[in-house]
């Protein structure tokens, strides 16, 4: 499946704000990081799986993951995910 579009929409050595398109069928693989990441979705269905709990999401919904949690997901329907991490992820520069 392919890869959402990555935007870096802003960025602090302390928190970074990033936009992902996603079209219907793309994903985004289970991986963790050291960040706090917060998901806020502006459009679009996707369903999550944090430490496998798996759910749906859609326009409006926002949640946590923890530092160090496994995540990824699968979108159900294309739209833009806007996550905010802390602290920055230097990866995506």
Not at 4 to 18: E, I, K, T
Not at 23 to 40: E, I, K, M, R
């Amino acid at each position: 499946m392919p890869d959402p579009v990555r935007s870096v929409l802003a960025h602090a050595p302390d928190l970074m704000v990033v936009r992902f398109a996603f079209a219907t069928g793309d994903s985004g693989a289970l991986h963790s990081h050291p960040h706090v990441q917060s998901t806020y979705v502006q459009s679009g269905r996707y369903r999550f799986t944090i430490d496998e709990r798996a759910f749906e999401v859609g326009p409006g919904d926002a949640f946590i993951i923890p530092s160090g949690a496994t995540h990824g997901c699968l979108c159900l329907e294309g739209g833009d995910l806007i996550d905010t991490f802390t602290p920055r992820r230097d990866d995506f520069l």
